[in-house]
Nanobody, 123 residues
Framework: QVQLVESGGGLVQAGGSLRLSCAAS????????LAWFRQAPGKEREFVAA????????RYADSVKGRVTISRDNAKNTVYLQMNSLKPEDTAVYYC????????????????WGQGTQVTVSS
């Protein structure tokens, strides 16, 4: 499995931007499909975005489409989540996830997870 460490969370005003990063260990990083999920207090963990191993394919949750961009740099073993036009409802702990085979929006299909980074959007 790959080890994942997120960073870049913080407090931002509504309408602002944040860029989350997820650094991975392991020489096979480029083979993994990567995704971001988020979990707000009292809610289920939900899918945000995913990127294929080659960065050729991406998918987004409807709630963030047009405001969020996922990308990866296989040379740096890092996946990013650029979030713009943030809303208070984007407040959550954001998790990076990886799997060799999942091209899924379901958290249960991903085998590797980071510890999460808090994003708080004030109104």
């Amino acid at each position: 499995q790959v080890q994942l460490v997120e960073s870049g969370g913080g407090l931002v005003q509504a309408g602002g931007s944040l860029r989350l990063s997820c650094a991975a260990s392991g020489r096979t990083f480029s083979r993994y499909r990567l995704a971001w999920f988020r979990q707000a207090p009292g809610k289920e963990r939900e899918f945000v975005a995913a990127v294929s191993w080659s960065d050729s394919f991406t998918r987004y949750a409807d709630s963030v489409k047009g405001r969020v961009t996922i990308s990866r740099d296989n040379a740096k073993n890092t996946v990013y989540l650029q979030m713009n036009s943030l809303k208070p409802e984007d407040t959550a702990v954001y998790y990076c996830a990886a799997d060799l085979s999942a091209w899924s929006t379901l958290a249960r299909d991903f085998g590797s997870w980071g510890q999460g980074t808090q994003v708080t959007v004030s109104s």
